[in-house]
């Protein structure tokens, strides 16, 4: 089954609701789910208190979500979501202020990040948090790998992640 996603009529001006955060994430997991890939149970608020302590408070809204319905272990392409602990660990890793690791490659040296401004960036060992930035916010980074997602235009392979399908050439 193929699902459509418009991409004209209305669309959103601002940042998500709750709401939308909520059924961007639900869509998200059904994805996966639907796909047979291992999604893990929720977490609880108490799970992420330490998170939160450990970046001064500031969880971004989607992000708690992501970790309370599945504690954030689904792909985002080929880097795999983190835990709260494992983004506790990143984060001292990283050790930049304000920035947040959400996911990371699955040798653990590449790592996607909400920066400063909320936008998403790569960070690796090598050469730190790169210049450019992979979307200008993590809710529209999220939203668009949603509506990705749900057009068929990825693909679950075990030990590598969510890989892009290759487009049919038209005849």
Request: charged share 30%; net charge negative; glycine share 8%.
């Amino acid at each position: 089954m193929v699902i459509t996603v418009a991409d004209e009529g209305n669309k959103r001006k601002g940042e998500m609701s709750k709401e939308e955060q909520a059924q961007c994430v639900s869509d998200i997991l059904f994805w996966f789910r639907r796909n047979k890939t291992p999604v893990q149970d929720s977490s609880t608020s108490e799970d992420l208190q330490p998170l939160a302590k450990a970046l001064g408070g500031k969880l971004a809204s989607l992000l708690e979500i992501l970790l309370m319905e599945s504690k954030n272990i689904v792909f985002y392409e080929d880097k795999r979501g983190m835990n709260a602990e494992e983004i506790i660990d990143a984060y001292q890793t990283i050790n930049i202020e304000g920035v947040v690791p959400f996911a990371v490659d699955l040798d653990g040296n590449d790592y996607l990040v909400i920066g400063v401004d909320g936008e998403v960036k790569e960070w690796n060992e090598d050469d730190g948090l790169e210049e450019d930035e992979v979307h200008a916010s993590f809710e529209g980074y999220v939203e668009e790998y949603r509506n990705n997602l749900l057009a068929s235009k990825f693909e679950y392979v075990e030990d590598c992640g969510c890989m892009a399908k290759a487009s049919k050439a038209r005849k």
